[in-house]
């Protein structure tokens, strides 16, 4: 599965500001990467742990502004279309699963 963090976020103050970077900062060390400004993805292993990833992204929102959580599962993901500009990109691969013996 994938989990997108989409957001907006109002930086018209310093403490705005700040309440934006330290968002931005737990999507990255949750394992979030950026897909455009704003739009951030990570892929789960699985609905469980996207469900704790959700929970704790949930307890540290920030106060003002919008966050949308939105999982999606891989086939649709693939599915996506890229664009930049009018050349065809194709998505990101769901990262290497690694096996234990």
């Not at 994938?2 to 931005?24: G, I």
Request: charged share 25%; with cysteine.
């Amino acid at each position: 599965m994938w989990l997108f963090a989409m957001f907006d976020l109002p930086t018209d103050s310093d403490k705005a500001k700040k309440a934006y970077v330290r968002f931005r900062k737990l999507l990255l060390g949750h394992g979030f990467t950026m897909l455009q400004y704003s739009v951030y993805a990570r892929h789960c292993a699985s609905e469980d742990s996207t469900a704790a990833i959700r929970d704790s992204i949930r307890g540290q929102l920030p106060a003002d502004g919008q966050v949308r959580l939105l999982a999606v599962t891989d086939r649709q993901f693939s599915r996506m279309e890229v664009y930049c500009g009018t050349k065809r990109e194709e998505t990101e691969d769901p990262p290497a699963q690694i096996m234990l013996f």
